[in-house]
């Protein structure tokens, strides 16, 4: 039973009529009363207003009785959390301790949600409680930054961990972003986010178990794939579909690219489409016609401009594995539905039909860089004869430019033959790629080389020109047992006649996971 001051006050003048009633009828005794030790709970705001799973409640509540003073020696205390505003809804006990610190972490997979904090002291000696409480008005800490996916060691599972950047405040990093205590998900793989735009935004994480839709605010996982409804097709495919690419990915600065447009690619199909009222996809573009029956197997990346944005930009590009050559995606209405051939000349740099070679070629790794005005994209071409060869183009509006083709020197390039990631940056001539723990600057144009041991193995290299439109930065993640995962963000030199990387030390984070993929996101409006 909770009794609050002025129940007390009742209490206590309803014992002395009972009393008085009792004395006029028959006063033939003498009567001891006790007093009660009224608590008095002091130091609790009204509202505390938090970013969940950044900000701690730190409570050093003034607990004191009428009887006792300052004395608590003889109280115990509860603090509980319940959802929604109700008493009952959601009770969760925090802590037993006087005083509360409690990082906030708070289901916000429902907007506007709200939480009443309670203190209930209880006098041991007697049983009577008093109880003071506040409202919590927990924010999302996730509208920006970078979307960190790895596996976790420790458990065998995937993480999801957050690099977040909330307005005034110093950047962190937040852990465990979803929980997968139940769902065990494993083999992380890709995040894919279509960048900030007011009418199409969509955050895929994809891993070894499936692939999910992801809310935007809450990070939390809304549905798979599979479960969607998104590709219904009569031609034959993988089940369960897994989401290899979406695209077109955000460009220069995070700005969304071809918001009127979607593509998906699966494991075997690929699908793209005019997509302003609604997603839904029936025929892979992955055929050489429109009447053909069957899906030819590409590599598992879009070739696309990747600087600035532009909504009417249509132009996509594949690599067919079957046939060993690039292809143009081709709409047909609002619909893609099958790619198209590249005309290749005798006096061109390089051609898109790799069989024109006396010794063919295959792609060995493909990439859209921001260099330029529109972005370049670039393919990393081998013989049988293990030799080298970059490939750079546009994949422009409205038709595919050849740039350049460089061959490697790998007498220089050392390891690149066996490399595990690879990036072409957005400024001067220079392929970046790692093998163990070695970063490599090799400068194609120069042929020469930098490298530098990063101390542990890397475990993932990328471009970063979506947070801040930055062409010289990107970001590479390193793994050890001991020290686990470390982020970090870095530049290349401007000086076209010296190849060198530049520390960003305050752009350094540490993570429990094996990073496997990192992912600028910022809401639109955020």
Not at 347 to 352: E, L, N, P, R, V
Not at 456 to 483: C, H, P, Q, V
Request: charged content about 20%; some cysteine.
């Amino acid at each position: 039973m909770i009794i609050n001051a002025k129940t007390m006050k009742k209490i206590f003048i309803a014992c002395l009529m009972a009393g008085a009633l009792t004395s006029c009828l028959d006063d033939e005794g003498n009567y001891t009363y006790t007093e009660l030790n009224e608590i008095k709970i002091e130091g609790l705001e009204d509202t505390y207003k938090v970013l969940n799973k950044i900000d701690h409640i730190v409570i050093e509540p003034q607990v004191t009785g009428t009887i006792l003073g300052d004395d608590d020696s003889q109280y115990e205390y509860e603090w509980h959390i319940c959802a929604d505003g109700l008493y009952h809804s959601n009770h969760k006990v925090i802590s037993h301790e006087k005083n509360l610190d409690y990082l906030a972490d708070f289901d916000l997979s429902k907007q506007d949600a709200n939480y009443n904090l309670y203190l209930t002291v209880t006098d041991k000696t007697t049983g009577l409680k008093a109880q003071a409480s506040a409202s919590i008005k927990p924010s999302t800490s996730y509208s920006k930054g970078f979307i960190v996916l790895g596996d976790d060691e420790s458990t065998g599972d995937i993480g999801l961990d957050m690099i977040v950047m909330p307005p005034g405040r110093d950047t962190t990093l937040v852990s465990n972003v979803i929980d997968n205590s139940e769902t065990h998900w494993k083999g992380a793989d890709r995040l894919l986010y279509s960048g900030m735009h007011y009418r199409k935004q969509q955050l895929w994480m994809c891993c070894d178990d499936g692939s999910y839709s992801m809310d935007l605010q809450s990070l939390a996982p809304v549905a798979e794939l599979n479960d969607m409804a998104l590709i219904d097709t009569e031609f034959k495919h993988n089940m369960p579909m897994k989401v290899k690419d979406f695209f077109p990915h955000q460009g220069l600065g995070g700005n969304a690219r071809n918001a009127n447009y979607t593509g998906y690619m699966t494991e075997d199909m690929v699908v793209y489409a005019l997509t302003i009222s609604a997603t839904y996809f029936t025929t892979p573009c992955n055929r050489t016609s429109s009447t053909s029956e069957k899906l030819f197997k590409f590599y598992p990346m879009v070739f696309s401009m990747g600087a600035y944005s532009s909504a009417y930009n249509t132009f996509m590009m594949l690599y067919n594995t079957d046939e060993q050559r690039f292809m143009r995606i081709t709409m047909s209405g609002i619909a893609a539905s099958y790619c198209s051939t590249l005309a290749d000349l005798p006096t061109d740099i390089f051609y898109w039909n790799q069989a024109n070679y006396d010794k063919p070629r295959k792609i060995v790794w493909g990439g859209n860089s921001v260099n330029g005005s529109y972005g370049s994209s670039y393919a990393l071409m081998k013989n049988d004869d293990g030799e080298f060869f970059l490939y750079k183009f546009q994949a422009g509006s409205s038709s595919a430019v050849k740039q350049g083709c460089y061959d490697i020197d790998l007498s220089v390039a050392e390891h690149l033959a066996d490399a595990s990631h690879y990036a072409v940056s957005g400024t001067n001539s220079i392929l970046i790629y790692s093998y163990g723990s070695t970063l490599y600057l090799y400068d194609y144009a120069a042929k020469t080389l930098f490298k530098r041991d990063m101390g542990a193995e890397i475990t993932y290299l990328d471009l970063e020109a979506a947070s801040t439109g930055s062409r010289t930065a990107f970001m590479i993640a390193t793994y050890s047992s001991s020290e686990k995962g470390t982020i970090r963000k870095l530049d290349v030199g401007t000086d076209p006649n010296v190849l060198e990387v530049k520390d960003r030390e305050r752009e350094v984070w540490k993570t429990n996971l094996r990073v496997k993929d990192i992912e600028w996101k910022r809401n639109y409006g955020s």
